[in-house]
C-alpha cells in the first residue's frame, strides 16, 4: 500500500497530500492520517525499490481476503447491539468465514493480532462503555403509553407533578480516572451509597429522600392540595398505600422509564456531575488544611452537598 502511495504520486508530482488521503481512502477503502502520508513519500525510494517489494510480498496477502473482512463487519453490525464483542470473537469469526468462504484454512494467515488491529482501524471499529438501559427499551410500548400518561399529566398543572427516582448515588466513590503526569496506582473503592432525588415539574421544590417510609410522609407533606406522584414500575415500590389524601400515585409502564421519566432524561446525571464536583472540591481543601481521610465524608456531609447542589443547578 505505501509503494502504491509512492507510486502514485510519482505519477501526479503536483497532487497535494489532502488529495493524497482522498486517493487512499477510495483505492483501499483505508482512512490513514497526513501524517502517515508525509512519512511514507519521505521513504519513496524505499518503497519503490524491487527489494522493498519482493520482502513485502507477505504483507500484502490480506488482499486475498476482502471479500472476507466486509462480510465479517457486516456480521459484526449485526451482532454489535446483541452481544459484547470482542477481539477473540471477531479472529474466531474470520477462521470460520475463511473455511466457509473459500473452502481452506490457511496456516499462513492466522489472523493475528497485528491483523486484528488492522481490521479494526479499516471499519472504524473501537471500544465504548455501555451506558444507561436503553438497550431494553421497546419504542412499541412507549408510543402505546403515551396517550395515557399525557392525559393524566394534563390534569395537574406543572408544579403539582412530582417525579421520583432512584439515583444510587455512591456519595464517597472516587473517580477511576484523573488527569496527571504518570499512571496512578488505584485505592479501594467505598461503594456505600444512598438514593436522594424527587423533584416537581417546574423545578420549584426539591424533596429530600432520607426518609424510609417516603409516600406516607409525602403526603403528609404536601398537605393542603392534591399532586401527581410520578414512580417506575420497581417491585420493592408498594402498588397501594393506605391512608394518602394528597398524593396520588402513577406508575410508568416497565421498561419505559430511561426515555420517558424526567429525572431519567438529564436530571439525575446533571445533580450527579455537579455532586462530585463539589465532593472533589472537598477533598482538595481537606488535603491543603492536613486533614485525615478527607474523602471519608458522612452522610450529612453528602446531605449538605446534595441540598447545595439541587438548591443552585439542578433545577434552575
Not at 22 to 37: C, G, M, P, R, Y
Not at 134 to 142: C, D, F
Not at 152 to 170: A, G, H, P, W
Amino acid at each position: 500500500m505505501r509503494s502504491a502511495i509512492c507510486e502514485h504520486k510519482k505519477e501526479n508530482p503536483t497532487i497535494s497530500q489532502k488529495d493524497m488521503q482522498a486517493w487512499v481512502q477510495q483505492k483501499f477503502d483505508l482512512t490513514i492520517s497526513q501524517s502517515t502520508i508525509s512519512n511514507t513519500l519521505k521513504r519513496a525510494s524505499e518503497y519503490l525499490s524491487n527489494e522493498m517489494k519482493n520482502s513485502d510480498v507477505k504483507r500484502h496477502k490480506s488482499k486475498k481476503y476482502l471479500d472476507l473482512e466486509k462480510v465479517l463487519y457486516e456480521r459484526f453490525l449485526e451482532k454489535q447491539d446483541k452481544v459484547n464483542m470482542s477481539g477473540e470473537i471477531i479472529q474466531g469469526k474470520a477462521k470460520e468465514l475463511l473455511q466457509k468462504m473459500y473452502g481452506e484454512t490457511n496456516p499462513e494467515f492466522s489472523f493475528s493480532s497485528g491483523w486484528l488491529e488492522c481490521f479494526k482501524a479499516r471499519y472504524r471499529i473501537k471500544s465504548y462503555r455501555h451506558f444507561g438501559e436503553s438497550g431494553s427499551v421497546i419504542m412499541e410500548n412507549i408510543e402505546n403509553a403515551l396517550p395515557g400518561i399525557r392525559s393524566k399529566l394534563v390534569q395537574f398543572q406543572l408544579k403539582d407533578i412530582y417525579n421520583m427516582n432512584e439515583t444510587e448515588l455512591f456519595y464517597r466513590l472516587e473517580a477511576d480516572h484523573s488527569l496527571a503526569t504518570k499512571q496512578l496506582e488505584g485505592r479501594k473503592k467505598d461503594k456505600e451509597r444512598i438514593t436522594v432525588v424527587c423533584c416537581n415539574g417546574d423545578g420549584s421544590d426539591k424533596v429530600p429522600l432520607w426518609v424510609i417510609d417516603f409516600v406516607s410522609w409525602f403526603d403528609k407533606r404536601i398537605n393542603g392540595k392534591k399532586v401527581l406522584l410520578i414512580v417506575d414500575n420497581c417491585p420493592t415500590h408498594p402498588k397501594v398505600v393506605e391512608g394518602l389524601r394528597n398524593v396520588e400515585l402513577f406508575f410508568l409502564p416497565p421498561n419505559t422509564t430511561s426515555k420517558i421519566q424526567q429525572c431519567n432524561a438529564g436530571i439525575i446525571r446533571v445533580f450527579k456531575a455537579h455532586y462530585r464536583r463539589r465532593f472533589y472540591s472537598s477533598i482538595l481543601q481537606g488535603l491543603e488544611v492536613e486533614a485525615p481521610n478527607p474523602e471519608k465524608i458522612n452522610i450529612l456531609n453528602a446531605i449538605n452537598f446534595a441540598n447545595m447542589t439541587c438548591v443552585r443547578k439542578m433545577c434552575n
